[in-house]
């Protein structure tokens, strides 16, 4: 459920606390007595309300406290910064908490556990252990006839949206050219180009991001106003291969790598491809240093 969405004005009463929350009135005023974690908000001097901060901090309580920590323990990592006592969350269980928010088309948990997600990981971490298993399973179920596509979608959007605002921090990245990251015109599956662009950004690599769908004549004239130091140009199958738009690259200079699945059976023929986020990673440092 989105809290902002919810709570109107980012203005909580506390009964829709505890209604969004699963717990009773008695439980949320007893946190706030035990733990001080009320409501910061007062709204004509007598009632208090709490804030859309206040509702994900609670949100992030109610998380630690499934995973195992006292109300105590999860009230002080959450309201009071102490890292030090949060658990360490297993991959599996990362997965299980992404797939049942997914399921519930749950947004606001979403986007809170991505965040968290990469936080603790990192986008490539993240990546191979906790989001390439819970899509593989979406993936899966959909071949077993069990419809998911809106929580396929769900996810797959917030994932986008959480990998934006993690490379927002990176801003700051050293001058230079860039590696231009690109998918092939016909690729829908951007995923993996955004989760590499978090994780260039990350280390320090220039990187620049076209998105899906973007016309080859397009992804041509944006590489020659940048000149990037190489061209990654993504694709998830065969069918979106465009081995025409590398080629004719390639005849303008650019350093074009052929990236993911779409490439395997063209390999070999005027160039190696990557395959891999950690090869994709070592070729685009090799290609900004050199």
Known sequence: MDVDAVGGRGSWTPGKVAELLGVS??????????YDVGP?????GRHRRYSDADVRRLQHMQRLIGRGLRAREAAAAVFSGLDDIVPEVPPARRIEELEQAAEALDFAA??????????????????TDVL????????????RGDVCFE??????????????????RFANIPPGRAVLLACC????????????????????????????LVPAETTAAIAAKLEPVATFLWSMSAATADDGLARRMRRRG????PAGPG???????????VNDLAGALDLAAERVKG
């Open 25 to 34: 009135p008695v439980t949320l005023r007893t946190w706030a007595a035990r």
């Open 132 to 143: 390439v298993p819970v899509l593989d399973d979406l993936g899966g179920r959909w071949l």
């Open 185 to 212: 015109p016909d690729e829908r599956h951007s995923l993996p180009m955004e989760v590499l662009r978090a994780a260039m950004v990350e280390v320090g690599i220039p990187a620049v991001y076209l998105g899906q």
């Open 254 to 257: 650019f350093d074009v790598v």
């Open 110 to 127: 979403l986007a809170a556990l991505l965040d968290e997600l990469l936080d603790a990981l990192g986008p490539a971490r993240a990546w």
């Open 40 to 44: 910061s908000l007062r709204d004509d």
């Open 151 to 168: 929580s396929e979608w769900a996810l797959t959007g917030e994932i986008s949206l959480a990998l934006q605002r993690y490379s927002a």
């Open 263 to 273: 490439w395997e059976s063209l390999a070999g023929r005027d160039v190696g491809w």
